[in-house]
């Protein structure tokens, strides 16, 4: 059916960079809003940035000034670029999309891709 497949994580210093992809495959016909979350350990699966197809962005305060989250719709990819980065952000980071096919469901995850900032 539909894959989401997150690259991009790794282990970085603080004061680090990292650009996080998202790329959709399978049957589509649209994607319409997609969404960064991370998950700490221990902790629960917060949202990190939106961005709705028409390009419109929103972030969690924790992250708002540091990430980007933009997209790519000729290649049904989403990317979060994080700058600043520092060692409460580590975390398992998954993207989540709103898919349509013959219709349109929210419950399309990746499988996630860890980020680690530590020195």
């Known amino acids: 059916q539909v894959q989401l497949v997150e690259s991009g994580g790794g282990l970085v210093q603080p004061g680090g960079s990292l650009r996080l992809s998202c790329a959709a495959s399978?049957?589509?016909?649209?994607?319409?809003?997609m969404r960064w979350y991370r998950q700490a350990p221990g902790k629960q699966r917060d949202l990190v940035a939106t961005i709705t197809s028409g390009g419109s962005t929103n972030y969690a305060d924790s992250v708002k000034g540091r990430f980007t989250i933009s997209r790519d719709n000729a290649k049904n990819t989403v990317y979060l670029q994080m700058n600043s980065l520092a060692p409460e952000d580590t975390a398992v980071y998954y993207c989540?999309?709103?898919?349509?096919?013959?219709?349109?469901?929210?419950?399309?995850w990746g499988q996630g891709t860890q980020v680690t900032v530590s020195s």
């Open positions: 399978g049957s589509i016909a649209s994607i319409n809003t």
């Open positions: 989540n999309a709103n898919i349509c096919r013959t219709r349109c469901t929210s419950d399309n």
